[in-house]
């Protein structure tokens, strides 16, 4: 593969690396640019809203003048067909991949797309009517057809929740079957090369090879974001299929390409609450690892414990008299900060308390920022999930500069991929009296802040 070849993979990495599509995601290991792992989330109001559908792209020496070859790769270990084009084996059937031959002139493959319209392709495929893209059936618009393309919807959208939300929250986080968490006692002792071996004698334990997950930070703090939603679906969903019933088969599904299984919606919502759960343990042991690494004297706290200390001095010379930091038990890695309402705003007179939860692998893992004081607002989930978008990610201060202004954001553009609160969005992006309900919820939730109660 040439260098020019090479560095226009590059670029077009660091592209959707650098844009602010909320929906996909790429990254590859240094080592290899030519191997790329592509993160497509399901588009809101479809079956596949908020699932997390992993992709492998695998560009060869003839790029870009050949496309290269997609994988799917969430299938559930190639059981799971979730698109009439995207199969069970992991082919996904595109014009523009040269896997599928379209019927219109300019469907067709050429060197001025790219990795970013491949993924914006694949995502067209997750709409509302799946059922439509089975070849034959692009124009069934019949009743029965109507009744089929729900009955479809209906499986997608259970098993969006279940393999495309649920078990990649649930590897991430090492939860097993029983929703007990593996700890690393519990993880073998040797790699896989060496189970391979004979002898037992002969075994030696060895570094088993690190296994390259980019997504898994995101996987949690989206799911932060979504929780809501995926319960609100669960909700609506589960009085219309009885748990236990099979899901219905389609005219195109056989030879083990298909998309079988039963409802159980009961138990997927169990499994939701219980992700949640131990996201939250997670973040609280960030707080004692943070601790330790202090008391060791470690380089990563002391960088830590500088940034908080920068930052002070930065809000003073920007005249932030709004915001107030100090650390939690003199804890680098625990951060409260408090946010006063700017006059003449909706929020003016209100003292929100927000905590900052830094990670000790920071910035590979991002912090997570819970508004503790109750306050009615599109960015913060009701149970006080802060939605908010740093400009620099590997840096603090920017952290801090983004969460007071996702606080102050009145009037920000629709975007369903940053709704945490569906409440709330819906009167803000509603009527104009929507609107004043939302501002008055608003403003009260302020006013709150300094209510005495007895």
């Known amino acids: 593969m040439s260098n020019q070849t090479i560095l226009r993979i590059s670029r077009e990495i660091t592209q959707i690396q650098q844009g602010s599509d909320l929906s996909i995601a790429v990254a590859c ?25 992993e992709f492998t792209v695998k560009f060869g020496t003839e790029y870009p003048s050949k496309p290269p070859k997609v994988d799917a790769k969430t299938t559930n270990g190639g059981r799971t067909r979730f698109n009439p084009n995207i199969y069970a084996g992991g082919k996904v059937c595109l014009s523009i991949l040269g896997t599928w031959h379209g019927e219109r002139p300019g469907e067709e493959w050429s060197s001025a797309q790219g990795l970013e319209s491949i993924l914006w392709s694949i995502q067209s495929l997750m709409s509302s009517n799946p059922y439509e ?46 929703g007990r968490v593996m700890t690393p006692s519990d993880t073998p002792k040797y790699s896989s090369a060496e189970e391979d071996t004979t002898d037992e004698e002969e075994k030696t ?31 609506e969903h589960s009085p219309k299929h009885k748990d236990g019933s099979d899901f219905a088969k389609m005219p195109f599904e056989g030879g ?11 138990n997927l919502g169990k499994r939701l609450v219980r992700i949640k759960e131990v996201l939250r343990e997670e973040t609280n042991k960030w707080a004692a690892e943070g601790l330790a690494l202090k008391r060791r004297e470690s380089s990563k706290a002391a960088s ?29 890695y625990v951060w409260i900060l408090t946010y006063f309402g700017k006059p003449s705003t909706h929020l003016d007179g209100g003292i929100f308390k927000i905590r900052v939860s830094i990670s000790p692998r920071f910035p590979e893992e991002q912090p997570r920022v819970r508004v503790e004081t109750p306050v009615y607002h599109h960015r913060v989930s009701k149970d006080g999930v802060l939605c908010y978008f740093p400009k620099k ?47 008055r919820q608003l403003r009260r939730s302020a006013q709150r802040t300094t209510e005495v109660t007895g």
Not at 134 to 157: T, V
Not at 207 to 230: A, S
Not at 405 to 425: F, G, K, M, N, Q
């Open 29 to 53: 290991e240094e080592k290899d640019v030519r191997s790329v792992k592509a993160l497509i989330i399901g588009p809101p109001t479809t079956p596949y809203e908020y699932g997390f559908f």
């Open 256 to 266: 083990g390409n298909t998309m079988d299984g039963k409802f159980q919606y009961a």
């Open 205 to 235: 334990e060895v570094p088993e090879k690190i296994k390259f997950e980019p997504f898994k930070d995101l996987f949690k703090r989206r799911f932060l974001w979504y929780f809501e939603h995926y319960m609100s679906t669960i909700v």
């Open 393 to 439: 990610e590997d840096e603090l201060r920017n952290h801090i500069e983004a969460i007071a202004e996702s606080l102050e954001e009145e009037c920000p553009p629709y975007d369903p991929r940053t709704i945490v609160h569906p409440e709330a969005a819906k009167l803000l992006w509603g009527s104009d009296d929507d609107k004043k309900r939302y501002f």
């Open 304 to 332: 830590v414990q500088r940034q908080f200390e920068q930052i002070g001095d930065y809000l003073k010379r920007k005249n932030c008299h709004n915001i107030s930091i100090e650390l939690e038990n003199n804890n680098p």
């Open 133 to 178: 893209n089975e070849p034959g059936y692009e124009h069934a618009k019949g009743k029965e057809d109507q009744k089929m393309n729900e009955l479809y919807c209906a499986k997608i959208r259970h098993e969006t929740i279940r393999i495309a939300v649920i078990a990649k929250l649930e590897d991430a986080l090492g939860i097993q079957a029983d």
